[in-house]
RNA sequence: GCCCUCGUGGUGAAAUUGGUAGACACAAAGGACUUAAAAUCCUUGCCCAUUUGGGAGUGCCAGUUCGAGUCUGGCCGAGGGCACCA
């Protein structure tokens, strides 16, 4: 018998599809395309296992679609820019250009190994000036609509890599990546007006069907809106001084106010600023730490300004106006009145500095007498009291009420408010895409004219400097306008997200060098069929790349994707045990072995290992399994079919040895099948025929609803079960070998999406010609159903019979189940409730 | 604190959407072949009963229904998102 040689085989057909590019994608207005694509990588060093689960998933559908007759785009690119590069520089002496070429080298010949259906000539690197040139004249095209600006704001500063993160990018008030506190900074910004779509991006979302639910929720959360009104507040005798607006979502609880918070950066505390008092509560403010759970924990502060504002409904109350540490001015107005009855932050401050607290919403059903808020403010739906013209309504009544009277007594207007702030896209860092602005002496943002794009990174550059290595070239930044005149280049760089948010589009046209797309391209791959990857870019990148597709959308009728991608599939984590010695240090799976007694010890001194939980492989943990090695070991099929094998794809999956070798082992087998069933000599039609021949109707039925549903670990299993009922009938001789060949050439048909090359190996004897195999609905009716035959809804037997017989022939023959018979004898039979073909089951009364 | 998702054997999981719970695998135990091991194959898998059978059973407690893993309400547990958002 011939053996399957792994090694030979997948470089057979590795070589032969890269040979003969058989998965380039050529544009073909006749055929219907689908474009599926992948969350591309960072090129890091190596790929790694979530790597190949997220390729794997992409390239089963991607070979899937192929078979069904679709014109398939499947490309492959690198997310090259990137922070990484510079500390890597720093620590090896390797120019980030260098290191970065060769983790690509290293990580294309490692995805070659998967023998992934990938069209490699399109493929794309987002550090190549090729590619970023057109990111930049994008840049300009923005600023020339205006929907990117410059600001002076407080940023997230990164004290450990010297540089800004936008909000996203702080995670429990430390950086993603350095996990270090992020201190708060002032500093001139550019920032993408994502603000202005807020509206539009929550709308179209809710059109997405083919996006999971959680994504969705996650970023209509993001985009917070909010329905209220804003309110106008005088202040008393300060005629100089502007009215001070707020925003309110409980217009309602207005006759509970009891003073008005501003801001620390609202323009009236400007007016302090000379103030000793206020001077030393902002250092106050600002030493209490900035993470996000400290601010949100921190005890509520303020400074009375000693100013009062009159309500605007009753213009006796007067409410001392204070500046508190807990009002932030890039949401709403920066400034609120405070009701601190029917709002814990407010009931907290009033509680402090002794401010009145007057309840005006009570529960249904309490007497106002015994109704007393003490520390605990009341914020859930009652009715109204204490309030003048809106006593005795309901929350949602007054709120409606109050806001007609403020419009009417011009006092302020309905408002809608989101949380999103605009994307901030300035980093101060070497590595990445450089912003094409220069400033003149009075610091006027120029751009760059189109015709000297790209602004190029200059390749000799210090990284050993703190802060930004462009600010500190020698020359880089000092430059000429074209009349001559002196100026200075911008030498922030953007933001990586900028990067990916378009190389999708990239993709359609990625040798066109006019332009960063071509119509003609886009129009006929956009937008993508099936966007696939982790559920922790749920927010970032899928927003930023919903906003970008609107920003190239905007003020251009030519360009009208503004969903970029149409369906969307999360992917879970690989995860794998954690191992660690008896000092606490975290073990490699290899450096661990198991002991005669079937406990695990350490290979090198034989030490006890513990055991920890399964968590997502991480190199920190050490609990990572090197995908060449594995496919050195294994080969790719194996892997591919093991990360298919074991959950569902949305699912975490857990790694295991045994897994990737049951697979392996199932790849043995079925590659000794394939012989066994082309060694049959010819035999006349036997019993076993209609039997196969219905079995395999029924699995080309299953696997290809169950891979339209991404059911992949059900696709699978039904593979196990035909391959089952397939040796049966070869080792037992039941089917002729006529119909067994024609059979198991169909499910070689289903084995190309999940084991390419040993599906593409087993095809070459039998039949050249690749197809998907259609199911014949008139053979998956079966001519015998069983039927379950309850007693009071117990089981009591089961009965196989013709498909359709009639319900008194059912009933008859289940009378003569002894088992039945013995349960419904002496009893009353009240009814018989018959489910076709399923079921049926006998009512009785005792 | 608010919002969301998920709880099925020793393990990963299936379940035609309200109709035989545990398909398909992994692990384990026993057996066959073998001098032996590996590989391969078979059997078993909660409780009671010698078998035919009977009972319990999908995190817990109720409910709807002839019938609930699936629907409803409450509770417990795990994971995720947001968090001075006015």
Redesign the pocket.
Known sequence: MERYNIKNVEKKWQDIWSKKKTYAAVLNNKKKKFYCLEMFPYPSGKIHMGHVRNYTIGDVLARYKILRGFNVLHPMGWDSFGLPAENAARENNLHPKDWTKKNIDTMKKQLKLLGLALDWDREISTCDPEYYKHQQEFFLELFKKKLVYKKDTYVNWDPAEQTVLA??QV?DGKGWRSGVAVERKKLSQWFFNIKKFSQNLLDELQKLENWP??VK??QK??I?K?Y?CEINFQIDKEKKLNKIKV????PDTIFGASFIAL?VDHPIAKKFEKNNNFISFKTE?SK?GTT??A??????IGFNTGLFALHPLDKKIKLPIFIA?????????????G?PAH????LDFANKYNLKVLPVVKPKNIDTTKFVIKNEAFTEDGILFNSNFLNGLTVNEAIKKIIKVIIKKNLGTRKI?Y?LKDWGVSRQRYWGCPIPIVYNKKGDAIPVKKKDLPVLLPDNVDLKVTANPLDKHPTWKFTKLSTGEKVIRETDTLDTFVDSSWYFVRFCSSKYKKYGYKLADIKYWMPVDQYIGG??H??LHLLYSRFFMRALAYNNKKFNYIEPFKSLFTQGMVCHETYKNEENQWLYPEEIEKNSD?NLITKKDKKRVVIGASEAMSKSRKNIVDPEEMINIYGADSIRWFML????PE????W?L??V??AF??I??LWKLNNEILDKKDSPIKSGDVTLEKAVNKTVYNVTK?LDNF?Y??V??N???I??LL?DHVINNKTSNKTLKKQWEKITMLLMPLAPHLAHECCEKINKRYYWPKHDSKLLKDENC?I?I?V???????LEIPTNSKEIMIIKKSREI??VS??IENTTII?N?Y?KN??L?F?TKK
């Open positions: 909000n996203e995670i639910d959680k929720l996650m959360n993001w917070g909010s209220g925003f309110t979502t409980r801001s403010c209490m996000e759970e601010l949100a924990n921190a005890e509520k540490n807990f009002v932030l001015m890039d949401y709403g107005t920066g400034a609120i009145f009701c709002d814990q932050r407010d408010t949380r559920v922790e749920a927010i079937g094998s074991d959950s569902p699912r975490d999956v857990q295991s045994e897994g070798s049951a082992k199932f043995q087998k169950n059911q670990n059900v699978i299993a593979m196990h079960e391959y089952n040796y069983t379950v309850q009071d809804g117990r089981k009591r037997g089961i002894a088992n013995k349960h009814k409730i489910i399923k079921l089951n009512i």
